[in-house]
């Protein structure tokens, strides 16, 4: 048992640690990062995930930008809309995430497993692999809600940030074709307070 509990607390302590990187190579993702991982258990915890899924959606919602270390800082941040060349390399860090994790192995395998699914939709229209409703680890389906919720009511460099009333009514606009309408309605339960 203390093996294991030792193996856990690398596993969490080298999750942080590679969460520092991204807030080094872009402040704003990694506190991003930070505040989602912050939701997305309060979520797990509402829908009533088990222990390891929460430990999971924690360490999902942590680096599920990850792989957005590899684009250069003038696309992630650009002021005006991206062009279709951006926007096909911004779509390949839920990829590169995932290559970037299956090479520490063991449990951030898994969870970069779970980090290629965090922009699929509900509806199935999603990237990379267009899954649809449960076909998208429930994990990646909380972190997608949570990320979403977190970047609408920030300011970023190309837009300001919305109001959380309006960021809410944005999930309910898009529940059952974006995201997940369980997930959308743990949002609204505790973010209504």
Same mark, same amino acid.
């Given at each position: 048992?203390?093996?294991?509990?030792?193996?856990?607390?690398?596993?969490?302590?080298?999750?942080?640690?590679?969460?520092?990187?991204?807030?080094?190579?872009?402040?704003?993702?990694?506190?991003?990062?930070?505040?989602?991982?912050?939701?997305?258990?309060?979520?797990?915890?509402? !829908?009533?995930?088990?222990?390891?899924? +929460?430990? *999971?959606?924690?360490?999902?919602? %942590? @680096?599920?930008?990850? &792989?957005? /270390?590899?684009?250069?800082?003038?696309?992630?941040?650009?002021?005006?809309?991206?062009?279709?060349?951006?926007?096909?390399?911004?779509? !390949?860090?839920?990829?590169?995430?995932? +290559?970037? *994790?299956?090479?520490?192995?063991? %449990? @951030?395998?898994?969870? &970069?497993? /779970?980090?290629?699914?965090?922009?699929?939709?509900?509806?199935?229209?999603?990237?990379?692999?267009?899954?649809?409703?449960?076909?998208?680890?429930?994990?990646?389906?909380?972190?997608?809600?949570?990320?979403?919720?977190?970047?609408?009511?920030?300011?970023?460099?190309?837009?300001?940030?919305?109001?959380?009333?309006?960021?809410?009514?944005?999930?309910?606009?898009?529940?059952?074709?974006?995201?997940?309408?369980?997930?959308?309605?743990?949002?609204?339960?505790?973010?209504?307070?």
């Amino acid at each position: 048992l203390s093996k294991a509990l030792e193996l856990s607390a690398a596993y969490r302590g080298t999750a942080f640690l590679l969460g520092d990187v991204v807030k080094a190579d872009d402040a704003y993702t990694g506190a991003h990062s930070r505040d989602v991982v912050e939701l997305a258990v309060a979520v797990a915890d509402h !829908l009533g995930l088990d222990g390891r899924s +929460r430990h *999971l959606a924690e360490l999902t919602a %942590l @680096l599920h930008d990850i &792989g957005k /270390i590899g684009i250069p800082n003038t696309i992630i941040n650009k002021k005006g809309p991206l062009t279709a060349e951006e926007r096909a390399l911004i779509n !390949l860090h839920t990829i590169e995430g995932e +290559r970037l *994790l299956s090479r520490v192995g063991g %449990l @951030l395998t898994e969870v &970069g497993q /779970i980090v290629r699914s965090c922009h699929e939709r509900y509806d199935g229209r999603g990237y990379p692999d267009g899954l649809v409703g449960a076909e998208i680890p429930i994990v990646a389906r909380i972190v997608c809600g949570c990320d979403a919720f977190n970047a609408m009511t920030t300011a970023r460099s190309y837009r300001a940030a919305m109001s959380p009333a309006d960021a809410r009514a944005e999930l309910v606009r898009n529940r059952g074709s974006q995201f997940d309408p369980d997930v959308v309605d743990a949002i609204l339960a505790l973010t209504s307070v």
